[in-house]
């Protein structure tokens, strides 16, 4: 199955708001973590250490299913990211062997 990943950068409450939407984002984020097909997420720190954006990288059966998961994700739709980009991803390194 393809990796994708979500790139999501905070807007100017971004860290105000993750506090009151941080438990419907992990559970939205459940069911796809269940099935195996997170490889990772977590926050994007800025150079003080503060969560200033998200990167989720996952498996979905296609760019239009992984575009439609993230347009449901909480930090998406209640305006903590100011912007987020789904993108296909390739994992190469560590590979086989590795």
Not at 12 to 17: C, N, T
Not at 41 to 47: I, T
Request: net charge negative; hydrophobic share 40%.
């Amino acid at each position: 199955m393809p990796h994708y990943m979500i790139l999501g950068r905070d807007g100017a409450r971004g860290l105000e708001l993750r506090k009151l939407h941080r438990e419907a984002h992990l559970a939205n984020l459940k069911p796809v973590a269940d099935a195996g097909r997170v490889i990772h997420a977590g926050p994007v720190l800025d150079d003080s250490g503060s969560p200033c954006g998200s990167l989720i990288v996952f498996e979905a059966e296609s760019l239009e299913a992984a575009k439609g998961f993230a347009a449901t994700d909480p930090y998406v739709t209640q305006g903590i990211f100011e912007s987020h980009e789904v993108l296909e991803t390739k994992i190469v390194f560590p590979g086989p062997g590795v």
